[in-house]
């Protein structure tokens, strides 16, 4: 089992950044890879950034951030990053982290994200 816990996120205005946090615990030996997803009410849940266990330098991102968001994982302290540069208005939603682990995605709590015009 893993338990997923959030920080971060809040209120922005338009071109201002934040970072999200994530840190997961339990059988942490057993991720496969973490992930940041988000949602707008109304819409599906969709991938933001994802990075592998095994290769730090495996990532995968949604068009719609690439080169303003970044993701990170401190392996030491088990825990996922998402900076997140230049946000737009429609960068606004819940944001999920989750842990990919024995074919389960552990979900944290989500954190609103809100950038103003």
């Known amino acids: 089992q893993v338990q997923v816990v959030q920080s971060g996120g809040g209120s922005v205005q338009a071109g201002g950044s934040l970072r999200l946090s994530c840190a997961a615990s339990g059988s942490t030996f057993g991720i496969n890879a973490m992930g940041w997803h988000r949602e707008i009410p109304g819409n599906r849940r969709k991938l933001v950034a994802r990075v592998t266990t095994d290769d730090a330098s495996n990532t995968n991102y949604a068009d719609a951030v690439k080169g303003r968001f970044t993701v990170t994982r401190d392996s030491a302290k088990n825990t996922l990053y998402l900076q997140m540069n230049s946000l737009e208005p429609e960068d606004t939603a819940v944001y999920y982290c989750?842990?990919?682990?024995?074919?389960?995605?552990?979900w944290g709590e989500g954190t609103l994200v809100t950038v103003c015009p």
């Open positions: 989750n842990a990919e682990y024995n074919g389960r995605n552990y």
